[in-house]
């Protein structure tokens, strides 16, 4: 599926973006568990995340159709936009919900950082299991 991308101009890569990865082979196909990157506010997640080869599953393309791209913030919620109804709706699909879950391709970045976030295992998992 094609990434959506957030289509207005961004400006310069200054927020610091911490991934951590429940399972970095299945996400990156190395066994890096921290990524420390940095990002452009007005950028979302999931797009900061393929950007550095961070593989977070999309099944829908980045438009709050699905749920595969459920990630937890584990902190800096507050330099993130906030959920929509739709988002808040859609992740509560996701398997293993938190407070803090969100979905990647929602969460646009707006403040000036620093933010961790938490990819789970079950991310590449759940689409993995889907019997033939
Ligand atoms: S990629 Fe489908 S909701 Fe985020």
Redesign the pocket.
């Given at each position: 599926m094609h990434l959506r991308r957030s289509d207005h101009h961004h400006g310069p890569a200054e927020v610091p973006v911490k991934f951590l990865l429940e399972d970095p082979e299945g996400l990156t196909g190395t066994d890096k568990q921290e990524w420390d990157v940095m990002a452009a506010k007005g950028e979302h997640l999931?797009e900061v995340a393929m950007d550095h080869g961070i593989n977070i599953e999309?099944?829908?393309?980045?438009?709050?159709?699905?749920?595969?791209?459920h990630v937890y913030i584990e902190k800096g919620m507050e330099h993130l936009s906030e959920a929509t109804e739709a988002e808040e709706d859609?992740v509560e699909e996701a398997p293993g919900l938190q407070r803090n879950s969100r979905?990647?391709?929602?969460c646009e970045i707006e403040g000036n950082g620093p933010i961790v976030i938490r990819v789970p295992a079950w991310n590449r998992n759940a689409v993995k299991e889907i019997p033939h």
């Open positions: 999931l999309h099944a829908c393309g980045g438009v709050c159709a699905c749920s595969t791209c859609r979905l990647s391709c929602q």
